[in-house]
């Protein structure tokens, strides 16, 4: 009975700089190809008038002397021209990059690399940066450059650590190249020992280096099913979650550690462990700081994927996600804003899809008196499209269980749904339509609740929709019209005689783009059929072409469909088979009722319902000679021996019938 609910997770990728961590990554990390603007420009040395051109025209005399100098090892000489370097690339990134590529330079650096090498903070801070355009990724890896720079993460000097977990981090960046090489040298185990033995320490250059950890993991699993589930082997969740409650004051490692939940959260292996930490709690508290809606957005982009799990379904309402998502909505409502009216959505979405647990939606609704259920049914009555959306959807959630319907019914819910459709009859909304719908058919579904609907004018409201073009309307009308006349057999009757409903659902047993609703019709018109056992129902049917579509049921995967169809049939059979009879012949009835008797694989109510079929059938000629000409005795003689004793005492009785009409 569960209403659908849209996904809201996105992935984010992000690349590093290394000067920019105090600054807010919210922008970069929501538009990845902004992030790698914000990071192309390396901290530069002091800047002198005209040094740009200066380092255009000795770029190439800094690489053939640091090809020399890389060689010789001479420190003086070396660190200047790395300084050179590092004041080109600030200047100019890819025209320096190309330069630094087509010079071979590359190779030279895995030899500076080394725990003893005296710049090799200066190198990896090079390859991070020459790492930041997409063309160099595979040159790094194809220098040899990956497994030194993962040696380097032993280090216990911050920072080459720092420049080391940038420079992985970007080559990973969107390289399938970049992430094997890291994969194959162990890097993301070695990150993730520094990420657990740093992870309480918060001073602010302890606190840059696991921002720097977290996005180089990020870039190396993003949208990388087998990379993602490595790092949740290693146990990398409960550490992010622990980052986060220890660091909620740093906006960029918190930001980072929310981009990494949105990535995790959405491989289903991440939902246990995500389960077992303190997640729930974490961000409920952060949700609560934010005033600013891209950063609501954020925790939002995260808590979607997670709440998708019913654990974490209900610890996010024992945390308090329910009454700051009411709040948002009570600040929202009456705002043009796209900022807001984009935050109204998420949030009362995602109240609604809190409703899908068993437990949290037990636990809001309070036998009907909480205070969560009384702020959703004002959604309904609501001028917001989206509220009312909500609202229906919320009830349809809520109306999971006998207990919960009949409270609900007892308690005018009905009449408030029924108004809200009719709000939406001509040019309506659609998700508000099929919203609503869905709350009636499971309010529909207790029997005490099936008469006071009726009574209700629940059939009249509901039929008012019987135009809609919209499959999945088409699809929660039907559902709902079978659960109201389910045992109740004037309704039955009445809607049975109703010539307009039964040629609509005749129109829609057609609708093979549809399986919902094709499905749905056939349903409805047996169940029209075998609640009102009416005469009159049978020849409203039979007169629009209807009898074709129940046999054709009788041939369906599903075995309720079946069985549900056998018995219509049966009944048409003994009320009106002359009435029925040509249609019942065209239809190739007999001919389907011995493929099923004879296939092994029919369930034992089909067999028995396909006999008592095949008896009722004798009273009409043509029927009862195709019985004949088909051998049904050879194949009725054999479930004699059936192991249901249904349906071998229905076979003696058959074949009985059979020899005796023979």
């Given at each position: ?57 000795n ?50 650096f ?10 090799k ?18 040159p ?6 990956i ?6 993460l ?5 920072e080459v ?38 992870c ?15 996005g180089m ?76 809606h ?6 939002f982009?995260?808590?979607?994927p ?8 209900l ?32 949030g ?14 037990q ?198 469909m ?21 249609d ?17 694989r ?5 067999k028995?319902?396909s006999?008592?079929?095949i ?19 050879d ?5 004699r ?22």
């Amino acid at each position: 009975m569960p209403c659908d609910f849209p996904s809201l997770g996105h992935k984010r990728q992000c690349c590093f700089r290394s000067d920019c961590w105090n600054t807010s990554l919210l922008g970069a990390l929501r538009n990845p190809s902004t992030w790698r603007l914000l990071c192309q420009e390396a901290k530069p040395c002091r800047k002198v008038p005209s040094l740009r051109y200066q380092i255009s025209d000795n770029l190439s005399d800094t690489l053939k002397k640091l090809k020399i100098t890389a060689v010789d090892k001479t420190e003086d000489s070396l660190e200047g021209c790395l300084d050179c370097l590092l004041q080109a690339l600030a200047q100019n990134n890819t025209e320096t990059s190309e330069k630094i590529q087509a010079s071979g330079i590359l190779q030279l650096f895995a030899s500076l690399l080394t725990p003893q090498s005296s710049c090799k903070a200066k190198v990896a801070n090079i390859i991070a940066e020459v790492a930041k355009n997409e063309f160099m990724r595979i040159p790094c890896v194809d220098a040899g450059l990956i497994s030194p720079l993962v040696q380097l993460l032993n280090s216990k000097d911050q920072e080459v650590l720092l420049q080391t977990g940038r420079a992985l981090g970007n080559i990973c960046y969107d390289s399938h190249e970049g992430r094997s090489a890291v994969d194959q040298a162990g890097g993301a185990q070695i990150v993730i020992d520094h990420l657990r033995s740093l992870c309480s320490i918060t001073d602010p250059a302890n606190e840059k280096l696991l921002t720097v950890f977290c996005g180089m993991l990020m870039n190396y699993s993003n949208e990388n099913d087998s990379l993602q589930a490595q790092l949740i082997n290693m146990g990398v969740i409960p550490t992010l979650v622990k980052l986060l409650g220890i660091h909620c004051q740093n906006a960029a490692l918190t930001e980072m550690c929310l981009v990494a939940f949105g990535n995790l959260a959405e491989l289903e292996s991440s939902k246990e462990q995500f389960a077992s930490t303190n997640i729930a709690e974490e961000l409920v508290k952060l949700f609560k700081k934010q005033i600013e809606h891209d950063k609501r957005e954020m925790i939002f982009e995260v808590l979607a994927p997670l709440a998708e799990n019913d654990a974490i379904k209900l610890q996010l309402v024992e945390a308090g996600l329910v009454e700051c998502l009411l709040e948002i909505v009570q600040q929202k409502v009456d705002s043009d804003k796209e900022d807001d009216i984009t935050e109204l959505k998420t949030g009362s979405d995602l109240m609604v899809l809190l409703l899908l647990g068993d437990e949290s939606m037990q636990k809001l609704f309070e036998g009907g008196k909480g205070s969560v259920f009384q702020r959703v049914l004002s959604w309904i009555p609501s001028n917001n499209h989206q509220l009312q959306l909500a609202g229906a959807l919320a009830i349809a959630n809520f109306a999971r269980n006998d207990g919960n319907c009949i409270h609900m019914v007892d308690n005018g819910i009905v009449e408030k749904l029924m108004d809200l459709l009719d709000r939406h009859v001509e040019d309506g909304n659609v998700t508000v339509q099929h919203a609503a719908l869905s709350a009636l058919r499971n309010l529909a579904i207790p029997v005490i609740n099936k008469a006071k609907m009726l009574s209700a004018g629940v059939t009249e409201a509901v039929l008012k929709f019987l135009k809609s073009e919209m499959p999945p309307v088409q699809f929660k009308l039907l559902g709902t019209l079978r659960m109201l006349i389910d045992a109740q057999a004037e309704a039955a009757e009445q809607l049975g005689k109703n010539v307009k409903l039964v040629e609509r659902l005749v129109e829609w047993c057609e609708a093979k783009d549809h399986a919902g609703v094709m499905g749905e019709s056939n349903r409805l018109l047996s169940a029209l059929i075998r609640h009102s056992k009416s005469k009159d129902v049978i020849k409203t049917i039979v007169q629009s072409g209807g009898i074709k579509h129940l046999v054709t049921m009788a041939t369906s995967e599903h075995v309720i469909m079946q069985n549900e169809a056998l018995v219509a049939l049966a009944l048409i059979a003994a009320l009106e088979l002359g009435t029925a009879e040509k249609d019942l012949e065209s239809a190739k009835l007999v001919q389907i009722l011995h493929r099923l008797l004879a296939d092994e694989r029919s369930a034992p109510e089909i067999k028995y319902n396909s006999m008592v079929l095949i008896c009722a059938l004798m009273g009409s000629e043509s029927l009862h000679k195709e019985v004949q000409d088909l051998a049904f005795l050879d194949v009725v003689s054999k479930l004699r021996s059936h192991e249901n004793k249904s349906v071998a005492q229905q076979a003696s009785l058959t074949e009985q019938r059979l020899t005796v009409e023979s």
